[in-house]
């Protein structure tokens, strides 16, 4: 789908992108050859030249977008570790039987509806109804999805010896980006994905075993640095100097 919505956009397997992107893919791919599910997969990656900062799951697709606010490959390297836990997951599977099951018990309550009721008041009620199901159950459901595939992309970063706690740096950037309105802003009960200070907030308290992982797995010692606090310690003055350095701001 994704594929013929986008074929105008597609980058080229010689563009430097791709070439970025592939390497890490590849770097993930093979720390991570002891899972079952990795060895037997077949990954392709997919670039669409378009500002949309956004990833697909499965066969990967990414839009260049997001390229404009990655500080470094760890981050890269986290972003692609989430979308191939969606994958692994099979997350796409899981919410397509969801949403069949979820039909097929809306069925009769639907048909009670429109026999006990006016057309134009069962049709009210049926929108009402549907707009119900999907802000308590769907959009919490998927929402909790998302973070699985956090959870289990840190692992895949981590076990790739990619520095994890610049997973806490990306979403805090996409924090702030949204309350300096350069972002959408995600409200979290009406939306599919977690809000991004959630993310980055979650995602913060789960680096101590992240790194943990990565001592396990025979990577080198982290840079004592965090990027996590020369992140904080900027003020918003320093983020939109550093913003207008990426070009996300144009004055």
């Given at each position: 789908?994704?594929?013929?919505?986008?074929?105008?956009?597609?980058?080229?397997?010689?563009h430097?992108?791709?070439?970025?992107?592939?390497?890490?893919?590849?770097?993930?791919?093979?720390?991570?050859?002891?899972?079952?599910?990795?060895?037997?997969?077949?990954?392709?990656?997919?670039?669409?030249?378009?500002?949309?900062?956004?990833?697909?799951?499965?066969?990967?697709?990414?839009?260049?977008?997001?390229?404009?606010?990655?500080?470094?490959?760890?981050?890269?390297?986290?972003?692609?570790?989430?979308?191939?836990?969606?994958?692994?997951?099979?997350?796409?599977?899981?919410?397509?039987?969801?949403?069949?099951?979820?039909?097929?018990?809306?069925?009769?309550?639907?048909?009670?509806?429109?026999?006990?009721?006016?057309?134009?008041?069962?049709?009210?009620?049926?929108?009402?109804?549907?707009?119900?199901?999907?802000?308590?159950?769907?959009?919490?459901?998927?929402?909790?999805?998302?973070?699985?595939?956090?959870?289990?992309?840190?692992k895949?970063?981590?076990?790739?010896?990619?520095?994890?706690?610049?997973?806490?740096?990306?979403?805090?950037?996409?924090?702030?980006l949204?309350?300096?309105?350069?972002?959408?802003?995600?409200?979290?009960?009406?939306?599919?994905?977690?809000?991004?200070?959630?993310?980055?907030?979650?995602?913060?308290?789960?680096?101590?075993?992240?790194?943990?992982?990565?001592k396990?797995?025979?990577?080198?010692?982290?840079?004592?640095?965090?990027?996590?606090?020369?992140?904080?310690?900027?003020?918003?003055?320093?983020?939109e100097?550093?913003?207008?350095?990426?070009?996300?701001?144009?004055?």
């Open positions: 789908m994704h594929l013929e919505e986008h074929k105008g956009l597609l980058v080229a397997k010689d430097p992108a791709y070439k970025r992107l592939i390497k890490i893919i590849e770097n993930i791919l093979i720390k991570n050859r002891d899972l079952i599910s990795i060895e037997n997969k077949n990954w392709t990656l997919t670039i669409i030249d378009s500002p949309i900062k956004n990833a697909y799951e499965r066969n990967i697709f990414v839009f260049l977008g997001i390229l404009s606010i990655i500080d470094n490959d760890d981050q890269l390297s986290v972003i692609l570790a989430h979308e191939m836990a969606h994958a692994l997951l099979l997350h796409s599977v899981e919410q397509f039987s969801h949403a069949l099951l979820i039909d097929v018990l809306m069925t009769i309550p639907i048909l009670l509806l429109w026999a006990s009721f006016p057309d134009s008041l069962a049709f009210l009620l049926h929108v009402i109804g549907q707009h119900i199901v999907n802000l308590l159950h769907n959009l919490p459901y998927s929402r909790s999805l998302e973070n699985e595939a956090d959870e289990v992309g840190l895949l970063a981590a076990k790739a010896c990619v520095d994890v706690r610049e997973a806490v740096v990306f979403w805090g950037t996409m924090r702030v949204s309350e300096m309105k350069l972002a959408s802003k995600i409200v979290p009960w009406l939306s599919t994905h977690p809000a991004h200070g959630d993310r980055e907030k979650s995602l913060n308290k789960k680096i101590t075993k992240a790194i943990e992982l990565m396990s797995s025979g990577c080198p010692e982290l840079n004592p640095i965090d990027p996590r606090n020369t992140f904080y310690k900027r003020t918003l003055k320093d983020h100097f550093y913003f207008k350095q990426k070009g996300i701001i144009i004055t």
